[in-house]
Structures are given as structure tokens and as C-alpha cells.
């Protein structure tokens, strides 16, 4: 009896998809997948100190342990005007450029995903940093490429 357990454990192991643990942040109705590859830190009761002539995404820098950082607004990013109301902040470190700060509508969240749960659809009408969308139970995620975001905004705020 005890070897029958043990081969219908290993059937159900081997049959349930893994899950792949992701965060995930919201910009109004839309929701945006953090990529595995980053480091986030959600920061609390920073102030942020406009900038004249910022560039339309920067909602201005924050002075975080003797650092500034700039500050997206994703709002403006993502929507197309500014956050309406007190966001959240999150400081976020891509492996190949400098740490940055996102505006959000509340805490991440973190999702239990599986391969088996997930369905890739690409829009044709995402931007360029939005390869393509997931729907996670009855729920569309933005797959978002922040390093190509944040190479986009280098590449534009250059000029």
C-alpha cells in the first residue's frame, strides 16, 4: 500500500505544472508584470521634489539613503497624463541600467503563475516595451520589458 502512495505522489508531481512566482503592479485598470530578472523595493512616505524642465515621464527625483533617483510616472507612460491622486512608489534595479523609481495604484502584489494557467496574446495596438499580454484567470497582464522602456527614455531624453 505505502509503494501505491508513493507512485500516485509521483504521478500528481509530475502532472501539476510548476508555479513561477511574479510580481505585479497596476496602473489604473491595466496590470504590468515585473520581470523575474528585477529588483524591487516598495518605498513609503518619500517625498517627490519636482524638477523644472523635466522631461514629460519624470515626475521629479526622490532623496533615498544620501541618493537621488528620478521618478517615472507611469501614469503618463502608460495613460497618457499624470497620476491623478497620491501613488504608491516603487524603486526598481533593471541589471543593466540605473536604479529608477515607478509611480503605481498601490502595493505590488505578488501571483502564482503556471504555464498551464498562462495564454500569450499579442495586441497589435501595445507599445513597443509591451511584447505581449498574458491572461491569468480571467485576468489580461502587461508583459512589460522595463529595460526596454528604460532604453527608450534614455534614447528620447538624449536627443
Given at each position: 500500500m505505502g509503494d501505491e502512495q508513493q507512485a500516485r505522489g509521483?504521478?500528481?508531481s509530475e502532472?501539476?505544472?510548476p508555479l513561477i512566482s511574479r510580481f505585479c503592479y497596476?496602473?489604473?485598470a491595466h496590470t504590468l508584470l515585473l520581470e523575474a530578472t528585477l529588483t524591487a523595493e516598495v518605498l513609503t512616505t518619500q517625498t517627490i521634489h519636482a524638477l523644472p524642465f523635466a522631461p514629460d515621464w519624470c515626475a521629479g527625483l526622490v532623496s533615498?539613503?544620501?541618493d537621488l533617483f528620478p521618478v517615472m510616472d507611469m501614469h503618463k507612460?502608460?495613460?497618457g497624463k499624470p497620476a491623478p491622486h497620491q501613488t504608491q512608489l516603487l524603486l526598481i534595479q533593471h541589471p543593466q541600467f540605473s536604479p529608477i523609481i515607478l509611480?503605481?495604484?498601490g502595493f505590488?502584489?505578488?501571483?502564482k503563475l503556471s504555464d498551464a494557467d498562462l495564454t500569450e496574446y499579442t495586441p497589435e495596438n501595445l507599445p513597443s516595451w509591451i511584447p505581449h499580454t498574458l491572461q491569468h484567470n480571467g485576468q489580461t497582464l502587461l508583459a512589460a520589458d522595463h529595460g526596454r522602456l528604460l532604453r527608450q527614455i534614455r534614447q528620447t531624453t538624449n536627443r
Open positions: 509521483a504521478t500528481i502532472t501539476s505544472a497596476r496602473i489604473g533615498l539613503r544620501g507612460v502608460v495613460l509611480t503605481c495604484d505590488p502584489r505578488q501571483l
